[in-house]
């Protein structure tokens, strides 16, 4: 069975960078991530034609929740698949996000601290069950359906499949 092609996070950066598309990579103080347009534009650079997994991101651009890479403990043990835009402007990009679950709390409260001194207080009961006798490691992902349906209609935007859309400032009622 063939499997999708994959690259690490920081692969990907390189790429762009050295194809001088750095526009395209959001740089912080504490690490970096890749805007929507540059996972399209680096699936160009590629030549990328079908779905790509870009893994181990920076641990302090994660939900706390992601569990460190033994490996690096700056990098997390996670994933995104890509989709490549069916016709030349439609609607591309992460379709699917996925992760192994912190199971250490020494590791969730070092996250939290990491990621601009987050109060552990609202998630102790999270970090409560890894304390748990029977907790096992669990992982974990998410499909956007809203971004898949765009991807597979070939709609330029998000917004053109939403079903229920989320409006700012208006309160609405189903």
Do not use: H
């Not at 960078?17 to 540059?38: D, H, L, M, P």
């Not at 699936?43 to 929740?65: A, G, S």
């Not at 591309?92 to 199971?103: V, Y």
């Amino acid at each position: 069975m063939k499997k999708f092609p994959e690259t690490t996070f920081d692969q990907a950066v390189d790429v762009l960078i050295k194809n001088k598309k750095e526009r395209y990579i959001n740089f912080t103080k504490q690490e970096s991530n890749v805007c929507a347009k540059g996972e399209i534009e680096l699936m160009k650079i590629l030549n990328i034609k079908t779905p790509l997994w870009i893994k181990y991101f920076d641990r302090d651009r994660t939900p706390f929740y992601q569990k460190p890479n033994p490996n690096n403990k700056n990098k997390t043990i996670n994933a995104d698949l890509l989709f490549p835009p069916l016709t030349k402007k439609s609607f591309g990009g992460e379709i699917i996000g996925s992760g192994q679950r912190q199971d250490n709390p020494k590791e969730i409260y070092d996250s939290l601290k990491r990621q601009g001194n987050i109060s552990s207080k609202p998630y102790e009961w999270y970090i409560d069950l890894r304390k748990l006798p029977n907790y096992r490691t669990t992982s974990g992902f998410g499909l956007g359906i809203e971004r898949f349906i765009a991807w597979a209609l070939a709609k330029v935007n998000i917004r053109d499949v939403i079903l229920y859309p989320r409006l700012k400032n208006i309160k609405t009622y189903p």
